[in-house]
């Protein structure tokens, strides 16, 4: 597997992106929340319409109850109807539990309503007991018709704080969908152009990065180096007899070896160092905070590595390095001239060997 070494603008922009994500996502979870919330909000207006007629035909039904043999199990029928959507308008005033959808008033006017339901509810089984005087059912009906306008009232109220949320709620839905189309958008330019910057510093056929990629980083790594007063080395390594490669087995091999070699380099070094394709067969290898003798010894680890690599093409191939550190006034074109002075040592004494300068 190749390591890929993002730069601080990949990485700044890699952030950004992963907030984008989580904002996105907190957007989302709550326009579904809403979504549900508004279909409960309609349910609840159409059943508070429906207390409205309840509330006026327990009124008939008293009436009746009092003055005829009207048979008590309707009365029930209706009181245990209302009992059951009043339940539901709890249920749609719980749904709005999350903060940015939760009114108080919605929550005070239920408590309201329940209230005077209950009280409903014993003057109805004041009613329909059998067990009470005439005059205690009399006085029970006066009290249901006297404040059946009140339970109207209160439920009226209810609908129009309901349908006013409603429609609080449907321009919120509104802002939130233009803010998360709004975060896609810009969550997809940063993808693409986080893309778009790193390809362009990627060579296509090893996957690693190229020369022009290379110059930038050993510009910033150079500065850095003197800056803090540490050690840079620079190893050039280049495949022996690359040409011999192409000529025998043709160049689609040759390509393969080239892959198979950035790729076991790249499994070899340290994270902090740098591999870039420098031209052809050739290599580079920064090797921020390493003096000379390390560097030596991690080209000596990468050259025993593809020595010793099986490649099924050509079964065996070898690669020279040449070695060199920073010195006071260095800059990129005299440090890698001394690491391909090195390498050219390597290569005129017998190749698939290391050098230093």
């Known amino acids: 597997m190749k390591l890929f070494k993002q730069t601080e603008t990949s990485t700044l922009l890699g952030l950004l992106a992963l907030i984008s994500i989580i904002i996105l996502l907190i957007n989302l979870v709550t326009i579904y929340s809403m979504v ?27 009436l009746l109850k009092i003055y005829t043999n009207y048979p008590p199990e309707k009365l029930l029928n209706t009181t245990a109807e209302f009992q059951s959507n009043l339940q539901i308008l709890c249920q749609g005033s719980e749904e709005l539990s999350i903060p940015i959808l939760k009114d108080e008033r919605i929550s005070l006017q239920l408590q309201e309503i329940r209230q005077t339901w ?7 089984q004041i009613l329909i007991n059998d067990g009470n005087t005439y005059n205690q059912k009399k006085s029970a009906v006066a009290w249901i018709i006297a404040n059946n306008q009140l339970l109207l009232n209160e439920t009226d109220r209810l609908i129009s704080l309901y349908e006013k949320k409603s429609i609080k709620n449907l321009f919120l ?12 958008i810009i969550l ?14 990627i060579d296509n056929l090893t996957s690693i990065y190229n020369r022009e990629k290379l110059g930038k980083l050993m510009s910033i790594k150079i500065k850095e180096a003197y800056k803090n007063n540490q050690s840079l080395s620079l190893i050039m390594f280049d495949i022996d ?9 043709g160049h689609n091999v040759g390509d393969q070896i080239l892959i198979e070699v950035a790729d076991l380099v790249s499994r070899s070094i340290r994270r902090s160092d740098i591999l870039a394709r420098w031209g052809g067969e050739e290599f580079l290898v920064l090797a921020p ?17 593809l020595d010793t690599y099986y490649f099924k093409q050509v079964d065996h191939v070898t690669c020279s390095f040449g070695v060199t550190e920073l010195q006071p006034d260095d800059d990129i074109g005299s440090l890698i001239e001394r690491a391909d002075q090195a390498l050219y040592r390597s290569k005129n004494n017998g190749k698939n060997q290391v050098s230093a300068c």
């Not at 549900?36 to 008293?62: C, F, H, P």
């Not at 802002?175 to 189309?181: E, K, N, R």
């Not at 997809?188 to 510093?201: C, D, E, P, Q």
């Open 241 to 249: 007899d690359f040409k011999v490669i192409n000529d025998t087995f």
């Open 289 to 305: 905070s390493s003096n000379l003798a390390a560097t030596i010894r991690l080209a000596e680890r990468l050259r025993e590595n």
């Open 36 to 62: 549900k919330v508004n279909e409960v909000q309609n349910r609840v207006i159409d059943i508070a319409g429906r207390q409205r007629m309840l509330s006026q035909k327990i009124s008939k039904e008293v």
């Open 173 to 184: 839905l509104i802002q939130l969908i233009i803010f998360v189309v709004g975060t896609i």
């Open 118 to 124: 209950f009280e409903f509810e014993r003057q109805i």
């Open 188 to 201: 997809v330019t940063l993808l693409i152009s986080n893309r778009i910057a790193y390809k362009s510093g």
